[in-house]
């Protein structure tokens, strides 16, 4: 069974920065693909980023760009997600994905609350 357990959410103010981390009941390196989402309040859930084949590959939404930024820790179990320069907008509920050919893996998700 595999878990995903997320860390770090938290109140921050327009500007500041937070990094989230999802914590893997196995390595990262054995999913095909690792990413985070979030949940923003009456909206659907939507991509925030990705990373494809450990790290090699990734992907953001057009609206972070330039902002967020996912790693792999040294651990090799643990995925981060840096925030910089938040905003309002960014508020909501960021779940870590883990997927593993036709299974998607999911976190508790953790708030993420930007006054302005």
């Known amino acids: 069974q595999v878990q995903l357990v997320e860390s770090g959410g938290g109140l921050v103010q327009a500007g500041g920065s937070l990094r989230l981390s999802c914590a893997a009941s196995?390595?990262?390196?054995?999913?095909?693909?690792m990413g985070w989402y979030r949940r923003a309040p009456g909206k659907e859930r939507e991509l925030v980023a990705n990373?494809?084949?450990?790290?090699?590959?990734?992907n953001y939404a057009d609206s972070v760009k330039g902002r967020f930024t996912i790693s792999r820790g040294n651990a090799k179990n643990t995925v981060y997600l840096q925030m910089d320069s938040l905003k309002p907008e960014d508020t909501g509920v960021y779940y870590c994905?883990?997927?593993?050919?036709?299974?998607?893996?999911w976190g508790q998700g953790t708030q993420v609350t930007v006054s302005s």
């Open positions: 196995r390595s990262i390196l054995s999913f095909d693909v």
């Open positions: 994905n883990a997927v593993l050919g036709i299974t998607d893996y």
């Open positions: 990373m494809i084949g450990g790290g090699t590959n990734t």
